[in-house]
């Protein structure tokens, strides 16, 4: 028998292996998440700022984390970054070491959001806080920040990768680039038995199903494209894409569907798939190695779009 790869043992060792799921309470859920996310990731790289602030979201205040790396220049560009869980699980401190590492390789402002989550505020309650937080950016909340509200990005992973594609499509024109991080695209098909050998990790066919009960107020609402902007029928003037991808992931053929519907609308792509990594390996930064070099090369890419 093959010995256990590094993030099947930091998945085993942490509880993460189908974290959502039937039969766990949200508060287990959110609970284990939150438990392993400084062990996963140590020593992430030290900021000039990372403070916690309120924002205005779509029916109140919202907490958010700004992150400042060393030598990022005044009236830069910022990315606002909603964190992956399903749209159930996650916050600010399960995401820090990964928007800390992003803001270091990127050298740019990163604003993490605590956006509302389900089941406590179903669909579309976390679309409309990305948007209205987006939109408090656009109008000055930006320059409020040290940022450029003319140079703004996107940025998510898994869940959160599919807010970042629905703040892209809703907002098209008003920002310069969308990193999707093994994005969660559409809740339409969650069943598909024919990627069994993808299951087990940190999401699964199992998983999206639960996701989809948590988080929709009815099946019919799986069809909006605010739910599945893979579905969006309009994709022309979209800003650039950085799609990062891992091979072992249930949501790999969806990412790939959007990459090429993003190339055919004429929109700058690039996706770029990590061999042998699980959904979410961004999150294991501080076990794995290939885990920080995805990190830096989309970072990278970002800052390009954003700094041109």
Not at 198 to 215: E, K, M, P
Request: charged letters at 25%; proline letters at 7%.
């Amino acid at each position: 028998m093959s010995a256990a790869s590094p993030w099947q043992e930091a998945l085993t060792r942490f509880g993460l292996h189908d974290l959502i799921r039937y039969g766990r309470t949200v508060d287990s859920m959110r609970r284990t998440l939150l438990r392993a996310a400084p062990l996963t990731d140590r020593d992430p790289p030290d900021m000039a700022q990372a403070r916690d602030i309120a924002v205005p979201g779509a029916e109140g205040p919202l907490n958010a984390r700004l992150y400042v790396p060393h030598g990022a220049a005044e009236g830069g560009p910022l990315v606002l970054f909603t964190h992956g869980g399903g749209y159930v699980v996650g916050d600010l401190d399960t995401h820090d070491p990964l928007c800390r590492r992003l803001a270091h390789e990127g050298d740019f402002r990163v604003l993490a959001l605590d956006y509302r989550l389900a089941p406590e505020h179903r669909f579309p309650a976390a679309v409309e806080d990305a948007l209205a937080v987006f939109d408090w950016l656009r109008g000055g909340g930006a320059a409020e920040l040290g940022g450029d509200p003319a140079r703004l990005g996107v940025a998510g992973d898994s869940a959160g990768g599919g807010l970042a594609a629905v703040l892209a499509q809703a907002r098209r024109g008003e920002l310069r680039h969308q990193l999707l991080i093994y994005p969660l695209l559409q809740l339409v098909e969650t069943n598909d038995r024919r990627r069994k050998a993808l299951q087990g990790g940190l999401i699964s066919t199992a998983a999206l199903d639960a996701i989809r009960d948590l988080y929709l107020p009815d099946a019919d609402a799986a069809r909006d494209v605010r739910a599945s902007p893979l579905f969006a029928e309009d994709l022309a003037g979209l800003p650039p894409a950085f799609i990062a991808a891992s091979e072992l992931d249930p949501l790999l053929d969806e990412g790939a569907a959007y990459e090429a519907r993003l190339a055919a609308s004429g929109v700058p792509v690039t996706r770029a798939v990590v061999k042998a990594m699980p959904h979410g390996f961004w999150n294991l930064a501080g076990l794995i190695p290939a885990a920080r070099a995805s990190i830096a090369a989309a970072a990278r890419d970002a800052a390009k779009w954003l700094n041109g």
